[in-house]
C-alpha cells in the first residue's frame, strides 16, 4: 500500500509539473511564441495532463480510502467522511474541483485560437494547483511559524515544476523545431536561453528553501542515512546534483555551442544538444517521482520517533501485531532507542475520550491533563502503536482520519530534543462507529 500512494503521489506531481513547463514554455520560453503550431500543441497537452491529474488524485483517495477501511475497498460512507470532515479530505476536494474547473474551461474556449496571452494566464491560473500541494505536505504539521514552512514548501514545489517539468517541453520544442520544421539554430539557441533564465531562478529558490525544509524536517545530518526518510531525500539530493551538472553542462556549452556558431544547419550540434536535454529530462522526472516517497515518509526526526515507539513500548494489544516492511525497517535503523527515560515529575491524565466510548466521527478529540515536570515538552498520540498526532498545548487536541473499529489510544511526555520520550503516560481504548 505504501508503494501504490508514493507512486501515485509521484505521478500527481510529475503530471503538474510537466503541465506548469508546457504553459511556461508556451507563454514565456518559445521566442515571441513562435512558431504558433508548437505553442498550439504545447497548449492542447494541458487538455489531457489536467485529465491525467484527476485521474491520479482519484486512483489516491481511492488508497487512502482503503487504509482506513483497513485494507478493503472504501465505503461511500468513509470515503464521504474523509472528504467532509478532515482536513486532507477538504483539500483534496477543493484541488480536484480546481483542476477540473480549469480543465472544462479548456474544452469550452478550445485550443486552435491559443495566443501567447491564453497561455500566460493559464499558466498563472495553474500555480495554485500546484502550491496547493503544500497543504497536505510534511509543512502543515510544524509547531512554529507554520505560514513560513508552508509558503517555503510551495515555492520548492513550483521552482522544482519549472525546472523538471520544463524540460520534457524544452525537448518537444526542440525536436520539433529542428527535426519537423528546420528552424535555424539561433530560434534554438534563443529558446535554449530563455529556458536558461527561468531554470537559474528556479535552482536559486530550490536550493534556498531546500536547506530550510531539511532543517525543520531532518535537523540532524545522521537522520540522512539512520531514517527511510532520510535516505530517500539523499537518493533525491543525488539526483538533484546530477541533474545540476548536467543543467551547467547545457547551460555552458550547449547554449554556448548553439550562439557561436555560424552556420545555419548543423546536424551533430542538433543532435547533441537534443541528447543532452533529453539526459536532464530523465533525470528531472526521476527527482519529480521520488518527491512521491517523501510525502508518504514521516520525517527524518519524526521517524525516530516511531523507532522510539516500536522499540521502547510493549504491544497495547495482547495479540503481537503484524509488523509492515517500514516497522521492521525502523527497528533496524534506531536499535539503541529502547528504553523510556525517568519523568522526572512529568505526567498526563487523558480526560476523553473515556474508557470503551463510542464515538460517531473519525475526528477525536482528545483532552488531558499535562504536567511537563523537569524535562517534558510536548506529547505523542498513538493510535494501535502508530504515531498519529503530537500536541503542546497544555489541554487538548484532535486526531483526524481515525478509521472505524475498536482502537488503543496512548499519549505519551516527550522531551524537547523531540526524540526522548518520558516514562509518563496514559492510555484508553475507543471505538469509532
Not at 87 to 92: D, E, H, L, V, Y
Not at 103 to 114: A, C, E, N, Q, V
Not at 126 to 144: C, F, Q, Y
Not at 378 to 387: G, P
Amino acid at each position: 500500500m505504501f508503494f501504490l500512494e508514493a507512486v501515485a503521489s509521484g505521478i500527481q506531481f510529475a503530471v503538474l509539473a510537466i503541465l506548469l513547463g508546457a504553459l511556461v514554455t508556451a507563454g514565456f520560453i518559445l521566442p515571441g511564441g513562435e512558431p504558433a503550431e508548437i505553442r498550439r500543441s504545447l497548449l492542447f497537452s494541458s487538455r489531457p495532463l489536467l485529465a491525467a491529474f484527476l485521474l491520479f488524485a482519484l486512483s489516491s483517495l481511492l488508497i487512502q480510502g482503503v487504509k482506513l477501511q483497513s485494507g478493503a475497498l472504501p465505503s461511500v460512507d468513509i470515503l464521504s467522511r474523509y472528504l467532509l470532515r478532515t482536513q486532507s479530505g477538504k483539500i483534496w476536494l477543493a484541488r480536484e474541483a480546481y483542476a477540473a474547473l480549469l480543465l472544462l474551461g479548456l474544452l469550452w474556449t478550445g485550443w486552435d485560437s491559443g495566443s501567447v496571452k491564453r497561455c500566460r494566464w493559464l499558466f498563472l491560473l495553474s500555480l495554485p494547483l500546484a502550491a496547493s500541494r503544500s497543504l497536505t505536505s510534511h509543512s502543515i504539521a510544524v509547531k512554529e511559524s507554520v505560514s513560513l514552512a508552508v509558503s517555503a514548501d510551495a515555492i520548492h514545489l513550483i521552482a522544482t515544476a519549472l525546472w523538471a517539468g520544463g524540460l520534457p517541453a524544452l525537448f518537444f520544442a526542440l525536436y520539433q523545431g529542428w527535426k519537423r520544421r528546420g528552424l535555424t539554430l539561433s530560434w534554438g539557441a534563443e529558446t535554449v536561453e530563455n529556458f536558461s533564465r527561468v531554470a537559474l531562478i528556479s535552482v536559486a529558490a530550490i536550493l534556498l528553501t531546500g536547506i530550510y525544509q531539511s532543517w525543520i524536517h531532518v535537523q540532524k545530518l545522521s537522520l540522512l542515512w539512520e531514517t527511510p526518510y532520510g535516505r530517500v531525500l539523499s537518493f533525491k539530493l543525488c539526483l538533484f546534483f546530477c541533474m545540476l551538472g548536467l543543467g551547467a553542462l547545457n547551460f555552458f556549452s550547449t547554449k554556448r555551442s548553439l550562439k557561436t556558431t555560424n552556420l545555419q544547419h548543423e546536424p551533430g550540434l542538433e543532435k547533441r544538444a537534443i541528447l543532452r536535454i533529453s539526459a536532464e529530462t530523465i533525470v528531472g522526472l526521476s527527482v519529480l517521482l521520488t518527491a512521491g516517497f517523501l510525502t508518504t515518509l514521516p520525517p527524518g526526526i519524526h521517524s525516530l520517533h516511531l523507532s522510539s515507539q516500536l522499540q521502547g513500548q510493549p504491544p497495547i494489544s495482547r495479540e503481537a501485531p503484524r509488523r509492515s516492511f517500514l516497522e521492521r525497517l525502523a527497528r533496524f535503523v534506531a536499535p539503541s532507542l529502547t528504553n523510556l527515560a525517568p519523568a522526572e515529575g512529568a505526567r498526563v491524565t487523558l480526560l476523553s475520550p473515556k474508557e470503551g466510548e463510542s464515538l460517531k466521527s473519525d475526528e477525536i478529540p482528545i483532552r488531558y491533563e499535562f504536567v511537563k515536570g523537569k524535562r517534558g515538552h510536548h506529547l505523542h498520540a498513538y493510535v494501535d502503536e502508530q504515531l498519529m498526532g503530537m500536541f503542546s498545548d497544555p489541554e487538548s487536541g484532535t486526531l483526524t482520519g481515525i478509521s472505524p473499529g475498536r482502537h488503543a489510544l496512548v499519549v505519551r511526555v516527550v522531551a524537547d530534543d523531540h526524540v526522548t520520550e518520558l516514562d509518563a503516560s496514559d492510555r484508553v481504548e475507543f471505538s469509532v462507529k
